[in-house]
């Protein structure tokens, strides 16, 4: 009889399993991060995490996506009004020695095919050399860029890109 | 017979929460699909087209009284928009960085040459970022704005910190934006992004009370 009722007992921690294993996202659970990424015209896609040698320099490929039907100036945009794409790391644990952007790719807009522009497009990687020291490092970069489509622009935005940093 | 009833009622309840979870699983999978649809479709900053088409925060401007401004043209006179009642103004929000800002003004100095004797003017509010606390900055600042409007002779008044604008007309979110207003000092259309120079001289002619 005990043992009968201990089974019965089972059945809400079944329950309970058999819904968790659904992976479900419930009607009240909200998804915040992916509404801000539909607005964002710019997402950091990866590294989350590196590991470096501490105190020397080391390389690290960081991966950008541009949202489509948009396009952001290169790292050196044709026109001098232009703003150019930049990656850059406040000092700290973590220092920005340098940084390697992709070449451009040649862009025109339809209404002024005389007009070439140098954009990144779809996704695009920023080569860093950064510098740790020994420890744990939650690196803090920024992404300046400007962003348009065919028709207008959107003012100058920065987002932030931010790595864990492991320096052994 | 009793017991039959709990096992049939257990077994009832189990069918059904399993059942509201996979209707919960389906749903959430058919938001995310449209989630990441939304994030692949091909981004659109500008609304093209009638004032209907208007971005929600921009639309409620028209057939209102254009908010007023006293703004700093680049050589530090003072530029109220009041000042201009009875003329029909066109209030183009631009920057030296927007390539499509580039491509429409050379037709706005074309229509504002044309239309100026019948009462037509253009105040070009420059979105530029500025730094008022840093005065050498600011003084390069204001000189590459004033280059770059002397570059594609804009002969009308050029305004600074147009950013201190953008909450009373509508978050100025992308650029060119335009606003068009008729000698009583009412917007009577605007425009978001880059369109013509025909659709914008119409909108001159209908700011200026359907002269041509």
Redesign the interface.
């Known amino acids: 009889m005990l043992l009968r009722r201990k089974a019965w007992l089972a059945v809400p921690a079944l329950l309970a399993a058999g819904l968790a294993s659904a992976q479900t996202k419930f009607p009240w659970q909200s998804d915040g991060a992916s509404h801000a990424a539909k607005a964002a015209s710019v997402v950091y896609l990866f590294p989350e995490q590196v590991e470096v040698t501490a105190g020397k320099p080391s390389t690290v490929q960081m991966h950008f996506r541009v949202a489509q039907g948009l396009h952001i100036n290169s790292h050196t945009p044709k026109d001098s009004y232009l703003i150019p794409t930049v990656f850059s790391i406040p000092p700290g644990a973590v220092q920005l020695k340098g940084a390697s952007y992709p070449e451009g790719a040649e862009f025109t807009l339809p209404v002024d095919p005389s007009t070439k522009l140098s954009v990144y497009t779809g996704e695009f990687v920023i080569t860093a050399q950064i510098l740790a020291q020994r420890g744990n490092h939650l690196a803090q970069g920024a992404l300046h860029y400007q962003a348009c489509d065919n028709n207008a622009c959107m003012p100058p935005k920065t987002i932030p890109v931010v790595m864990d940093v492991v320096g052994k | 017979m009793k017991r039959n009833t709990v096992v049939l009622f257990?077994v009832l309840f189990?069918l059904a929460?399993?059942g509201w979870?996979?209707w919960?699983?389906w749903?959430?999978r058919k938001?995310?699909a449209a989630?990441a649809a939304?994030?692949?479709?091909?981004?659109?900053?500008?609304m093209?087209g009638s004032e209907g088409d208007l971005p929600p925060t921009i639309a409620p401007l028209i057939n209102k009284p254009a908010p007023n401004f006293t703004l700093e043209d680049v050589h530090g006179k003072k530029v109220s928009l009041d000042a201009y009642k009875g003329k029909a103004v066109l209030i183009n929000f631009w920057?030296?960085?927007?390539?499509?800002?580039k491509?429409e003004t050379p037709w706005l100095v074309d229509l504002r040459n044309q239309y100026a004797a019948k009462g037509f003017e253009i105040l070009a509010v420059s979105?530029d970022?500025l730094d008022p606390g840093d005065k050498q900055k600011l003084k390069e600042e204001t000189q590459?704005i004033s280059s770059?409007a002397q570059q594609m002779h804009m002969d009308y008044p050029v305004l600074l910190g147009g950013d201190a604008l953008s909450q009373p007309y509508g978050g100025l979110?992308?650029?060119?934006t335009s606003f068009f207003v008729d000698r009583s000092g009412k917007v009577v259309a605007a425009q978001?992004?880059?369109t013509s120079k025909d659709e914008i001289e119409g909108n001159i002619r209908k700011a200026l009370g359907g002269q041509s």
């Open positions: 257990v189990l929460a399993f979870a996979g919960a699983n749903e959430s938001q995310a989630r939304a994030m692949n479709a091909p981004a659109d900053l500008v093209p920057a030296t960085w927007c390539g499509p800002c491509i979105e970022d590459q770059f979110d992308s650029l060119p978001v992004g880059l």
